[in-house]
């Protein structure tokens, strides 16, 4: 079944990149992107986790023994059940890297604007539904954290940061991922907005700590599309945008490999997430924002059905 189109508006009155900039508020742009995606609907596309472990209580012939601790039996010699209570309230957390690769731009916006874009409309949907919902900055390091919380107030900062912030340094993409997976201390929902250019195997390690953590992870790799395609011709000096170097060369020499090992890691990404149950979303800066979100949580909702 073929998706649904774009919820709440005519084609003529969407969204598009060119408009993006005529919005100066952050919080203008997410909500008409939520409230065209809501039109219709009467669920979330995120919901909490059904249940967290709250008490031990003793062993009682027949209760069922896929709750039985059997670890307490070994080391104390004593017979529980644990028992656990229904969480309904989602817990979030929006990762959004800031490094230099992410100001690279061939249009009118780089990926990063594209990043802070996905992250204001998502935490602007998870806010209004009551979900905790905090924000991380980072390159290198984190650069800014603002916890889970739900009030309007702490909305406006998240989105304001978004704003505000600009691209840095350089990042070592998986250390900073595995630094946050021990930070965030309790289950959660982990979305990470990023073009993920780091070595895929520290990549898929700090994703497996997630994993481990019990968090539920999204990744939405944010590309620009010459990056892909790498449709240059002419002599080029390419630069890095996470250091000092530079090359100058002639693209048709080096497109086939590069293109081969940008497949190859993606290829690796893709197996990792699908292995570990992580959605991952690819998302191009010359297509709208709003759209592509919306393909997304539309099939969000259907898996929840």
Known sequence: MPLPKYHGRAASDRIDMRDIAMFRKMELFAHKVVEGFITGQHKSPFKGFAIEFAEHRAYVQGDDLKHFDWKMLAKADRKYIKQYEEDTALRAYLLVDASGSMGYKSGAHSKYDYARFIAGVLAYMLIGQQDSTGLITFTSKVEKYLPARTTTRHLKNMLDTLSETETGDDTQLAEVMHQLANRIRRRALVVIVSDFFDDPE??????????????????????DRKEEDFPFRELLRFEDLEG???????????????QRQFREHERRLQKACHHQRIDFVKVYTDEPVETQLAKYLTLRLRRSK
Do not use: D, M, S
Not at 214 to 223: A, G, P, Y
Not at 244 to 258: D, G, N, S
């Open 244 to 258: 000092q170097e530079h090359i100058l060369t002639e693209p048709l020499r080096v497109k086939r490999e590069y």
């Open 202 to 223: 520290n990549l898929i390690l700090a994703l497996n700590h997630f994993a481990h953590k019990k968090h539920e992870v999204v990744l939405f790799q944010v590309l």
